[in-house]
């Protein structure tokens, strides 16, 4: 596509529920990252993904957090037993190997209740 | 110590006054370097890739330092319009790392 698209670009869950976010990047991108961004703070680094694999899943917050990426192409971030404290907008990036920048989605905008 | 440091500010200045950021890396290993700008709620956007040599972009100019390990965005003439949070991007291996943000706020 044109650009990085997200979806949902809001979701509101309860407590303890699981939900995922959907990440679709720029056709032949093959770098992906997930951050997160709490209101008024920096960019938290969740994953990184090339191509299929996932070098560094360092930033994940715990292990209720997990992410796949699929034909190189669409990402999906896991969220298990959602916390209050996962409430924030998720970000996607895509590139091509990092050279030219990165292109964000729009967001996902999380909150639990 | 994080591994790319930016003054948070904020920035408060005129229209028309010239505004430099500064952004230190701790990997001298790092590869490429960007400055990106965000809006409130919005996502970050490429402002400019940084270059060795320095680049310019109208009122923007960016600078490399590898010895001292930072970059550097000036904006020339400020417009109402620079109000924004800009944040600089540090790729190392292939790893990409954004700095907190600096809050620019220009008034008239």
């Known amino acids: 596509g044109a650009g990085v698209s997200q979806s949902p670009s809001n979701k509101v869950t309860e407590k303890g529920k699981d939900v995922e976010l959907r990440c679709d990047p720029i056709?032949?991108?093959?770098?992906l990252y997930w951050y997160r961004q709490s209101l008024g703070q920096g960019l938290e680094f969740l994953i990184y993904?090339?191509?299929?694999?996932?070098?560094?899943k360092s930033g994940l917050p715990s292990d209720r957090f997990s992410a796949e990426r699929t034909g190189g192409s669409v990402s999906t971030l896991t969220i298990q037993r959602t916390q209050q404290e996962d409430s924030a907008v998720y970000l996607c990036?895509?590139?091509?190997?990092?050279?030219?920048?990165?292109?964000f989605g729009s967001g996902t905008r999380l909150t639990v209740v | 110590r994080k591994e790319v440091e930016q003054d948070p500010g904020p920035f408060n200045v005129p229209e028309g006054a010239t505004v430099a950021f500064n952004c230190t890396y701790s990997?001298?290993?790092?590869?490429?370097f960007f400055w990106y700008r965000q809006d409130c709620r919005k996502e970050p956007k490429l402002l400019m890739s940084?270059?060795?040599s320095g680049n310019e972009d109208g009122r923007f100019t960016a600078q490399l330092n590898r010895a001292s390990q930072y970059i550097s965005l000036l904006i020339r003439d400020s417009k109402l319009s620079d109000s924004a949070t800009y944040l600089c991007v540090v790729n190392s291996a292939s790893k990409i790392i954004f700095g907190s943000g600096t809050r620019l706020s220009i008034r008239p």
């Open positions: 990997n001298s290993a790092s590869q490429s």
């Open positions: 993904f090339q191509g299929n694999s996932a070098p560094d």
């Open positions: 990036a895509s590139s091509d190997r990092g050279l030219y920048g990165y292109t």
């Open positions: 940084v270059y060795s």
């Open positions: 056709s032949g991108h093959t770098a």
